[in-house]
């Protein structure tokens, strides 16, 4: 599976917005520079999987939401629902 990091990139920038925080803000909150938080909201830069978690804690983001194209994801959670809808919701 090929990383689609302009779609990450835009994913990180609506959620930081959403926030309302500015990239000098989770730059601050991530430990890294602006010009890396920049980078990656532009698909210039790639990053690590501890990069990623960083970002994606601060933001309240899931990693799959991010890595995931929304069909993918839409395509796991309807199988996650069709596998547990025969269980009931006693331990």
Do not use: P
């Amino acid at each position: 599976m090929e990383l689609n990091y302009k779609e990450i990139g835009q994913k990180i920038k609506d959620a930081r917005s959403r926030a309302g925080l500015t990239q000098e803000k989770l730059a601050e909150k991530t430990d890294l520079s602006v010009t890396h938080i920049s980078a990656i909201e532009n698909a210039n830069s790639k990053f690590s999987l501890h990069t990623l978690a960083n970002i994606a804690s601060e933001l309240d983001l899931s990693i799959d939401y991010l890595i995931f194209d929304s069909e993918t994801s839409k395509g796991l959670e309807s199988e996650v629902k069709r596998i547990f809808s025969d269980c009931s919701e006693q331990v």
